[in-house]
């Protein structure tokens, strides 16, 4: 995993790298520079005779852009420079990439400072347009001619990359300073940012990509952060090696609590989920009278008839064969389907409070905990919970799903760490926390993941983490990164629209492989 960094922190780090490891800065601007411009030919190929309008401010982000003007120049783009300020204004390091590139561009090259006819001139008709004008100081709204610029941006709606944050959005909340620019790609330099996770940051930074400036590993780790960002490796990494003496006792047996009369869907799909993330054996315990539609549906996974009530839910008379079935299994996944019929809402209760396997608990097993939260602390072992923001919020004294989504990241952090809980807050950039205050953000994951079901998938890939012996802060972190990279891949191939949650399960296994990167 990679820390995500503070805008102050990440000053601290480029300061220590100049003074400590004696890093010139504008070796740093031009490794930065270097970055952005191979992550642009990555995502839009070859700049040769692409028009390119680079628009520069007055800082050290400026100064990153006359970089990657000369740069893409030198590889026969055809470049033009946007200058927002004197080149009195501009700060030293920026002065001095300036003075690079106007020696070799030209003043034909530049514009400063341009008018709002000038901006719309050069920006609606370009190929691709760079966003190079603030970096992760700016702490008041933008207004002037920085202003106009990001509108005008905004308008021409082409192609843009921003430098290391996109211009307007505030570096530790993602929150819009009086306007933002909508990148389609940021190249976010050093170590990723808080705000291009939070907020409106989901939305304004477009994909992700980070530069390597060449900070020092003991200074990264020295920064201490407790929020870090979910890679491909960490999550290969958690998954358990497959050797090849083993046979399908190896890797676990995960029970599953779910289902009721017209929700046996949700069932099958998490089942289905922890099968195709490696668990070797799935029993998934439902009420008696859908047990025949969940054998024809599931062919890979076994089922379990258990006691229900008259409306086809599980009814607490079950409670001691149900106690019986988790503790013969490595791990269990309860709430998929599962209803909110007040005999279940009751047996959920007290299955909670005695269930002593790894654990993770979604959908009405949560509904079965509103307003009795308190009883997750009562979980002989942590249990992993995996709430939507309604959920979240009705677990949440005095929340609301939109106080939720306003701060996602701190209501997640607070309730982990008050009900010594693991939390997987879903919704765009899943955030997960764990009890010591440690959190993680998944950066896959798309709008087409938004649909029926897909949160049972996600169920069933934590239980069969979980099932195989991986610890739970792993299981729900990797389980986490894997879903999302099976929405990425299904989107890649049937669009974002479209996909339903069984194009996630047939996409766990390309998910999964160790080919497959960020």
Known sequence: MIPIVTAEQMRALDHRTITEAQVPSLVLMERAGTEVVTHLEAQYGPVA?????????????????????RLLRRKKARVHVLLLASVADLSRDAKAMYQRFHRTAGPSSITRPPDTTALQQRLTPSDIIIDAMLGTGLSTPVSG????????????????????????????TGAIQGAAVR???????????????????????????????????????????????????????ALPARRPSSHKGTYGHLGIIAGSVGKTGAAAMAALAA???????????????????????????????????????????????????????????IGPGLSTHPETVDLVQEFVKRIDKPCVLDADALN????????????????????HPGEMARLEAEATTQSVNEDR??????????????????????V?????????????????????????????????????????????????????????????HLGQAGMIARDLIRHIPHAIAPTTHD
Not at 372 to 385: F, Q, V
Not at 409 to 430: D, M, P, Q, S, W
């Open 409 to 430: 990241l701190g209501t997640a952090t607070r309730f982990a760490r008050e009900r010594g809980v693991f939390v997987v807050l879903k919704g765009a950039r899943t």
């Open 145 to 172: 001619l920085y202003r106009d610029a990001i509108d005008t941006i905004n308008a021409a709606a082409r192609p843009t990359v921003a430098v290391d944050l996109p211009s307007g959005l505030h570096a530790d």
């Open 368 to 387: 079965a905990l509103a307003g009795k939260a308190s009883l997750l602390t009562e979980c002989p072992r942590p249990p992993i919970i995996t709430p």
């Open 432 to 492: 997960i926390a764990r009890p010591d205050g440690v959190a993680a953000i998944c950066p896959t994951g798309n709008p087409g993941m938004a649909t029926a079901g897909t949160g049972d998938v996600l169920t069933g890939m934590v239980g069969g983490l979980l099932a195989q012996g991986v610890p739970p802060w792993d299981a729900a972190c990797a389980a986490t990164y894997f879903h999302g990279l099976a929405g990425d891949l299904a989107a890649q």
């Open 275 to 333: 099968l195709r993330i490696g668990t070797g054996l799935v029993t998934a315990a439902v009420p008696s009278s859908v047990n025949d539609i969940l054998e024809a549906k599931l062919l890979e996974a076994m089922t379990l008839p258990m006691p229900e009530t008259k409306a086809r839910t599980f009814a607490r008379s079950g409670l001691d064969r149900l106690l019986a079935f988790a503790g013969s299994r490595d791990a269990v996944a």
């Open 183 to 237: 990148a389609d790609l940021t190249v976010t330099c050093g170590l990723p940012k808080a705000g291009l996770y939070c907020g409106a940051g989901i939305d304004c930074a477009g994909l992700v990509r980070l530069a390597d400036i060449g900070i020092p590993p003991s200074f990264v780790d020295a920064v201490g952060s407790r929020l870090l960002l979910l890679t491909a490796a960490s999550a290969q990494a």
């Open 49 to 69: 005779g692409k028009s390119v309008v680079i628009v520069c401010g007055k800082g050290n982000n400026g100064g990153d852009g006359f970089v990657i003007a």
